[in-house]
């Protein structure tokens, strides 16, 4: 029976920067009003559903039935929905914490009872953040119903630039490292692995501590 594990194999290369400063609370408040002020639809009596992080950018948000969000003009004539939920986030990124050199990228768009389901995956300058997705629920019409975000925020390590995002090993010496390691716990096995995939890794988006890295994802099964 094959066993697999996933490895997350370190290659972080540092260079000194000063260190990026988070958007200030109260812009951070102002921003996310801005969202809340999008929401039309029949229904004046309920208030939207929101869950904020400890520095105040929106980590939910939902409205009331009946009601949704609504991107801009242009967000909407922007192209498919996947699309149109990225620009809605792109257009509201201080509310969520979104800084510069963010972008999302379409996971999957999957539709049920004439709403759609958008599941983005985060990018951070052409490297994804592992863990870190955004599910944006959608109308036909394209308002939007609700969104979970469990994405990179504050990272002033990413940010400022203090990690370098040029991996020191390339992926063979990735998929050897981690080999090695099973190997080395386990000498009477033999292993494989599936090609190495570079991701930031930022603790916080998984429910984790500790510093941000770069990394391979590397998958190893017995034999």
């Not at 290659?11 to 609370?25: D, H, N, R």
């Not at 408040?29 to 520095?55: C, D, F, I, Y």
């Not at 308002?143 to 995002?165: H, N, Q």
């Not at 930022?202 to 984790?208: D, E, L």
Request: with cysteine; glycine share 8%.
């Amino acid at each position: 029976m094959r066993s697999g594990k996933l490895g997350m194999w370190g290659v972080v290369a540092c260079v000194v920067a000063l260190v990026a400063a988070p958007l200030a609370y109260a812009d951070t408040e102002s921003a996310v009003r801005g969202v809340l002020k999008t929401m039309t639809g029949p229904n004046t009596v309920a208030n939207p559903r929101t869950l904020t992080t400890p520095e105040g950018y929106l980590r939910s948000l939902a409205a009331p039935s009946g009601n949704s969000f609504q991107p801009s003009s242009s967000a909407k004539s922007s192209g498919g929905q996947d699309t149109v939920a990225k620009s809605f986030l792109q257009e509201h990124a201080n509310a969520f914490g979104i800084r510069s050199g963010v972008s999302f990228t379409t996971n999957r768009v999957r539709t049920e009872n004439a709403r759609a389901y958008i599941k983005l995956d985060q990018v951070y300058k052409s490297i994804p953040v592992f863990g870190a997705q955004a599910i944006v629920q959608m109308k036909p019409d394209g308002g939007v119903v609700s969104i979970l975000s469990d994405i990179m925020r504050d990272a002033p390590r990413i940010y400022s630039g203090e990690l370098s995002l040029t991996p020191t090993l390339n992926a063979v010496e990735a998929k050897i490292g981690a080999s090695a390691v099973l190997e080395g716990e386990h000498p009477n096995d033999s292993f494989e692995t599936n090609q190495p995939n570079l991701f930031i890794y930022v603790p916080s988006v998984v429910g984790a501590t500790g510093q941000a890295k770069l990394v391979y994802a590397v998958e190893v099964h017995s034999l």
